[in-house]
């Protein structure tokens, strides 16, 4: 087997090069996840509907281009295939010859209805590693639904939250239930064809937003028995521990242990409340966080956000609250490679992230755009 069984993977191998991947999936949750795995090396190719994944169609500045589609579905070749349609579902099974993994994210039953059931695929396709994305899972009364990250997030209790105690309950904006599912997608999967290795043998791996949604928050979900209700009590830092206005923009703080309790009061010029025993742990100083809280931005005020953050950051957590687009050229991110510049047959060339996971004897190829709709199609059709 060669390194890389698509043309378009240039430079060095990556843990999973040679691995062939059929993502079927739309939105961000399993397209997402198929990216992390062309990360490290796998041909990935995207098959969509004659209507194009669903995030095509939403709202962006890109001329004639979708950022979201872009930024999920990095590294991909791209086919469309109406499975509805005999032919083009042959092409599909003739994909499969050769395939070790198929991801998607269609609704119980939908996959039986167009004979790629894993039950069906699996008789013909020992070999293949069959992932399912699901809104609430494989049983249960809310199976069948389809599932939205949001509407997740309202459900397993991030919305209230985020929200303030005396405030509404409010979403977290960037699909943070999709993104977490798309890293149990490229782990379960990952995990699979390793345990394919040793037993020859493919199987069915199911991931949910249900799943993702409460997996991100296993710090709360902890309950005593006989306790109340009311295990975000744990979990609150008090008040300096966040966001704080200053001078100019907001800058955050983590002072939680006692030594960056110290180094905050002493850069602060605040060092009487590191001395007085009324506010040594983060329990005390939430009790008193009207008064704590009042005295800290009182100094914050003096400075503008970059300047304490120069001042505190090799003493205390710090960071400037940022826009995500100073991160195109922030020191750190360019040190990393964590964004990389990506030629496009329309856009010319986008810049976006790239290789979130480093390996040390297989980084893993470069990056390619995101395919626009059916770009490889002639090709795969022809078996390519």
């Known amino acids: 087997m060669s390194a890389f069984r698509s043309p378009k993977r240039q430079g060095p191998a990556g843990p999973l090069s040679g691995i062939k991947v059929l993502d079927l999936s739309a939105y961000i949750a399993g397209p997402y996840g198929c990216t992390l795995l062309a990360d490290q090396g796998a041909d990935v190719i995207k098959v969509e509907p004659p209507a194009g994944d669903n995030l095509r169609q939403y709202p962006s500045t890109l001329e004639g281009e979708n950022r979201a589609y872009l930024g999920v579905n990095r590294s991909k070749r791209g086919v469309v295939l109406d499975l509805k349609i005999a032919a083009d579902h042959r092409v599909l099974l003739d994909l499969l010859e050769d395939a070790d993994v198929l991801v998607h994210n269609f609704r119980p039953g939908v996959p039986e209805?167009?004979?790629?059931?894993?039950?069906?695929?699996?008789?013909?396709?020992?070999?293949l590693i069959y992932c399912a994305v699901s809104g609430y899972g494989e049983s249960g009364p809310m199976a069948q639904?389809?599932?939205?990250?949001?509407?997740?997030?309202?459900?397993?209790?991030?919305?209230?939250?985020?929200?303030?105690?005396?405030?509404?309950?409010?979403?977290?904006?960037?699909s943070p239930v999709d993104y977490y599912a798309a890293a149990l997608v490229a782990a379960g999967v990952a995990s699979a064809l390793y345990e394919r290795e040793r037993s020859g043998q493919g199987q069915s791996v199911g991931i949910?937003?249900?799943?993702?949604?409460?997996?991100?928050?296993?710090?709360?979900?902890?309950?005593?028995?006989?306790?109340?209700?009311?295990?975000?009590?744990?979990?609150?830092?008090?008040?300096?521990?966040?966001?704080?206005?200053?001078?100019?923009?907001?800058?955050?703080?983590?002072?939680?242990?006692?030594?960056f309790w110290r180094a905050l009061c002493e850069r602060t010029g605040l060092?009487?409340?590191?001395?007085?025993p009324a506010f040594d742990s983060v329990t005390k100083r939430a009790q008193h966080a009207d008064k704590l809280v009042a005295r800290l931005r009182a100094v914050l005020r003096n400075r503008?956000?970059?300047?304490?953050?120069?001042?505190?950051?090799?003493?205390?957590?710090?960071?400037?609250?940022?826009?995500?687009?100073?991160?195109?050229?922030?020191?750190?991110?360019?040190?990393?490679?964590?964004?990389?510049?990506?030629?496009?047959?329309?856009?010319?060339s986008y810049q976006g992230v790239t290789r979130p996971i480093k390996y040390s004897r297989t980084p893993g190829p470069m990056p390619f755009a995101a395919p626009i709709l059916d770009e490889d199609g002639q090709d795969l059709r022809a078996g390519g």
């Open 113 to 127: 209805r167009l004979g790629i059931g894993y039950a069906e695929l699996s008789l013909r396709f020992p070999r």
């Open 145 to 174: 639904r389809a599932g939205y990250d949001q509407v997740l997030q309202a459900m397993t209790g991030m919305c209230a939250l985020q929200g303030k105690a005396d405030g509404p309950p409010e979403l977290i904006f960037g």
């Open 208 to 259: 949910s937003l249900l799943r993702s949604a409460l997996t991100m928050q296993s710090a709360r979900l902890v309950q005593g028995r006989g306790e109340r209700h009311d295990v975000s009590r744990d979990m609150r830092s008090g008040g300096i521990t966040g966001l704080h206005p200053t001078a100019s923009g907001w800058l955050y703080l983590s002072a939680n242990t006692p030594h």
């Open 271 to 276: 060092s009487d409340l590191a001395e007085d």
């Open 304 to 348: 503008t956000a970059e300047e304490w953050e120069a001042l505190l950051v090799d003493a205390v957590p710090c960071s400037v609250v940022r826009s995500v687009e100073d991160m195109f050229a922030h020191p750190q991110v360019a040190a990393e490679d964590l964004v990389a510049t990506i030629e496009h047959p329309t856009l010319g």
